[in-house]
T-cell receptor, first 115, second 113 residues
Framework: DTGVSQDPRHKITKRGQNVTFRCDPI?????LYWYRQTLGQGPEFLTY????????KSRLLSDRFSAERPKGSFSTLEIQRTEQGDSAMYLC?????????????FGQGTRLTVV | TQLLEQSPQFLSIQEGENLTVYCNSS?????LQWYRQEPGEGPVLLVT?????EVKKLKRLTFQFGDARKDSSLHITAAQTGDTGLYLC?????????????FGRGTSLIVHP
């Protein structure tokens, strides 16, 4: 078990460009979460998947954001037409039904900077 | 308004000192989790507390869950520079038809040598 893996670790992009991040959860975990974290804040929930189904989306998730988990394994988070306000750490986490999905295990995050 | 209020927001102490940080809510939680996050990294799970009044120890860290399961505290004895980081508490909060791990804003701890 290698833990939750996120790629890339850092991304610098120009305003208006599209970016895509990838998350590989712990293999037997059925739930996968995306969070966004800015300086001085705790992680803020964006969306989550149970297996391949996207079950919940936060109001923080504008139309420019889309997430997929096509085979119930890895997930991607795409941001279209990036804005400077999108600059943040994007965190992925996964959890297991065997612990009642109470404990989320995080990847190292993707730091996005929009210039 | 934050569902989980953490205090203090910032703490700067010398190595060897003791400290306590708090996580409070007006809601009842079936469990609470504590995480530590270092700069540029994702949060790492430290402990889950489940039973009201429960005390769990992890080396120099002592975690307590309030009797009413609305609050929790983390006490660090003889802090070391390696304890520096952001301490986050989290609990599952209902969002739509699901329960989502939801975080407080954290306590940023700096331990000076």
């Amino acid at each position: 078990d290698t833990g939750v893996s996120q790629d890339p670790r850092h991304k610098i992009t120009k305003r208006g460009q599209n970016v895509t991040f990838r998350c590989d959860p712990i293999s037997e975990h059925n739930r996968l979460y995306w969070y966004r974290q800015t300086l001085g804040q705790g992680p803020e929930f964006l969306t989550y998947f149970q297996n391949e189904a996207q079950l919940e989306k936060s109001r923080l998730l504008s139309d420019r954001f889309s997430a997929e988990r096509p085979k119930g394994s890895f997930s991607t988070l795409e941001i279209q037409r990036t804005e400077q306000g999108d600059s943040a750490m994007y965190l992925c986490a996964s959890s297991s039904i065997w612990t009642g999905n109470t404990e989320a295990f995080f990847g190292q995050g993707t730091r996005l900077t929009v210039v | 308004t934050q569902l989980l209020e953490q205090s203090p927001q910032f703490l700067s102490i010398q190595e060897g000192e003791n400290l306590t940080v708090y996580c409070n809510s007006s809601s009842v939680f079936s469990s609470l989790q504590w995480y530590r996050q270092e700069p540029g990294e994702g949060p790492v799970l430290l402990v889950t507390v489940v039973t009201g009044g429960e005390v769990k120890k992890l080396k120099r860290l002592t975690f307590q869950f309030g009797d009413a399961r609305k609050d929790s505290s983390l006490h660090i004895t003889a802090a070391q520079t390696g304890d520096t980081g952001l301490y986050l508490c989290a609990g599952r909060v209902q969002s739509g038809g699901s329960y989502i791990p939801t975080f407080g804003r954290g306590t940023s701890l700096i331990v000076h040598p």
